[in-house]
């Protein structure tokens, strides 16, 4: 039961997301293993001898309705819910991307919904190295490569913006590839991998490549501490040291003294 509610509220999640192209089809795309639900386009209300289809890339037929069938192919996997000739599918796989059509067939044929269903696996999580650091009159410029799946880009950095040097680029919105981008947020420099179901991301602390001038000094300062104790170390061995010597020699001139009067 909470399965189902899971997949039903991911379905209404996953509709909100719907964006329209400009032709009569419907791009959606979701997270291999997930289910969707795909409802009719407009008001369908079957009179006499009308049977609704859903196929799949125009030829293959998914469920039928009435006489409720859910054809062999998409047995366990597909359903029509009868109350709103909805289509779930569940456990979607790479392979059902495609065409899905909804099909009313009477004394014609009319077409009440087309999908392009888009199944995506979740992205790699990106790995984010540093090739150089290099300083410019204060101002830290860090050249970082980005690596995904099967892109990498180069950008060169500093503690505010990033702009790209090398690696490919692409469109985002109309790429159904995982996407690499290279940013600065947060003191971070940030590369996130995504695409239309999934995102992931690598990220380098800025304060940790580029440490600041004053950063430096505070080392220093951090530094010197341990020295100054040591020189007042070595001044108290000296002041005893000296004292001891006094101490020795005052003893010995008493004892000198001592034998001069009654030696
Ligand atoms: C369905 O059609 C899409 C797009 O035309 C194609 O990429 C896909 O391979 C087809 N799927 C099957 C199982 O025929
Ligand atoms: C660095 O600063 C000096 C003087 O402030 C300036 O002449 C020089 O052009 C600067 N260099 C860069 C790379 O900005
Ligand atoms: C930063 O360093 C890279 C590589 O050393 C260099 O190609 C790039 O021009 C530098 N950027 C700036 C703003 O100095
Ligand atoms: C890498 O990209 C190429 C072409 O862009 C594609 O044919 C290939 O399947 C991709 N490989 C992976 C692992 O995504
Ligand atoms: C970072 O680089 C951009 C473009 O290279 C430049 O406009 C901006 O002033 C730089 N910011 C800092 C803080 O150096
Ligand atoms: C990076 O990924 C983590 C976990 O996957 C996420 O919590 C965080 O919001 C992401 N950061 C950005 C800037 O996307």
């Known amino acids: ?146 690596r995904g799946q099967n892109t990498s880009v180069t950008s060169s950095c500093n503690s505010s913006t990033c702009s790209q040097v090398g690696g490919e680029s692409r469109g985002a919105e109309t790429s159904t590839v995982p996407l690499l981008s290279v940013y600065v947020a947060g003191g971070s420099i940030i590369c996130n991998h995504c695409n239309q179901v999934s995102w992931a991301n690598d990220t380098k602390e800025i304060v940790e490549l580029c440490p600041l001038k004053s950063g430096k000094t505070q080392t220093h300062k951090y530094l010197s501490p341990p020295a100054g104790s040591m020189s007042v170390c070595m001044l108290k061995i000296i002041l005893v040291s000296v004292g001891l010597v006094i101490m020795i020699s005052a003893v010995i001139t008493v004892h000198i003294r001592h034998r001069f009067h009654y030696g």
């Not at 209404?12 to 964006?19: K, N």
């Not at 599918?89 to 099909?103: F, I, T």
């Not at 979740?122 to 410029?141: A, D, H, M, R």
Request: hydrophobic fraction near 40%; charge should be neutral.
């Open 1 to 146: 039961h909470h399965l189902n509610t899971m997949s039903l509220l991911l379905g209404i999640g996953l509709l909100t997301c719907i964006t329209s192209s400009g032709s009569a089809e419907t791009s959606v795309f979701v997270l291999k293993g997930q289910d969707v639900r795909l409802n009719v386009q407009t008001n369908v209300q079957l009179k006499d001898v009308d049977v609704i289809f859903w196929k799949f890339n125009r030829s293959d037929n998914v469920v039928m309705y009435p006489r409720k069938v859910t054809f062999e192919r998409y047995r366990g996997r597909a359903e029509l819910i009868v109350g709103d000739f909805s289509l779930l599918l569940k456990n979607l796989q790479e392979e059902d991307s495609g065409l899905y059509d909804a099909v009313v067939s009477g004394i014609n044929d009319r077409n009440v919904a087309r999908y392009v269903l888009v199944v995506q696996e979740k992205v790699e999580p990106p790995v984010l190295t540093v090739n150089s650091v290099s300083s410019i009159n204060g101002t830290c410029n860090v050249t970082v490569t980005c």
